[in-house]
């Protein structure tokens, strides 16, 4: 049932993530076994440490289904550059991943290439151009989330990082 919600609200492509995390709560990582996104796998991440972060809507509603279907166009266009910066995403949600510690400077600058790779295929609005120019001003690193060109930003803060 919970399905079929996702699958309103983003089209008959719904990855389904957004009802698996809502489900089992914590962080999940999800990866598509085949290009076509028929064969989406996940599993539950633990980090060692706790992370500082915080998650923002952009007030701006939008349909994943048209950004899937955005990014496969561009990919028909441009399928080894495409193809060269979803590798590059996949790298640096690998070493985030893996890192003990996401609050640290090394971090926040993957998490900040994430983010301008995530632009570069057009996923990005002005809204959170803005959000992410003020972000980095005060260390802290923002990316687009989900689907983007709207819906929701996450932002991480460095270690040193107080909430006074």
Same mark, same amino acid.
């Given at each position: 049932?919970?399905? *079929?919600?996702?699958? &309103?609200?983003?089209? +008959?492509?719904?990855?389904? !993530?957004?009802?698996?995390?809502?489900?089992?709560?914590? &962080?999940?990582?999800?990866? #598509?076994?085949?290009?076509?996104? $028929?064969?989406?796998?996940?599993?539950?991440?633990?980090?060692? $440490?706790?992370?500082?972060?915080?998650?923002? /809507?952009?007030?701006?509603?939008? $349909?994943?289904?048209?950004?899937?279907? %955005?990014?496969?166009? #561009?990919?028909?266009?441009?399928?080894?550059?495409?193809?060269?910066?979803? %590798?590059?995403?996949?790298?640096?949600?690998? =070493? *985030?991943?893996? /890192?003990?510690?996401?609050?640290?400077?090394?971090?926040?600058?993957?998490?900040?290439? $994430?983010? %301008?790779? *995530?632009?570069? #295929?057009?996923?990005?609005?002005? !809204?959170?151009?803005?959000?992410?120019?003020?972000?980095?001003?005060? /260390?802290? &690193? #923002? +990316? !687009?989330?989900?689907?983007?060109?709207?819906?929701?930003?996450?932002?991480?803060?460095? =270690?040193?990082?107080?909430?006074?």
């Amino acid at each position: 049932m919970a399905d *079929l919600g996702e699958q &309103a609200a983003h089209g +008959k492509r719904a990855s389904g !993530i957004d009802t698996t995390a809502c489900l089992l709560g914590g &962080a999940i990582k999800y990866w #598509l076994v085949d290009a076509d996104f $028929n064969q989406p796998e996940w599993e539950r991440v633990q980090f060692d $440490n706790q992370f500082k972060f915080d998650v923002f /809507s952009t007030g701006v509603e939008w $349909n994943t289904g048209v950004s899937v279907f %955005n990014i496969a166009h #561009l990919k028909q266009k441009h399928p080894s550059i495409v193809q060269l910066v979803m %590798n590059a995403i996949g790298e640096i949600t690998k =070493s *985030l991943l893996d /890192s003990s510690d996401l609050n640290n400077e090394d971090s926040i600058e993957l998490f900040r290439l $994430n983010h %301008n790779l *995530l632009a570069s #295929l057009k996923l990005s609005i002005p !809204i959170v151009d803005q959000a992410y120019q003020i972000s980095s001003e005060h /260390s802290f &690193a #923002l +990316k !687009i989330t989900g689907a983007g060109n709207g819906g929701c930003v996450i932002v991480i803060y460095p =270690s040193k990082f107080s909430e006074e």
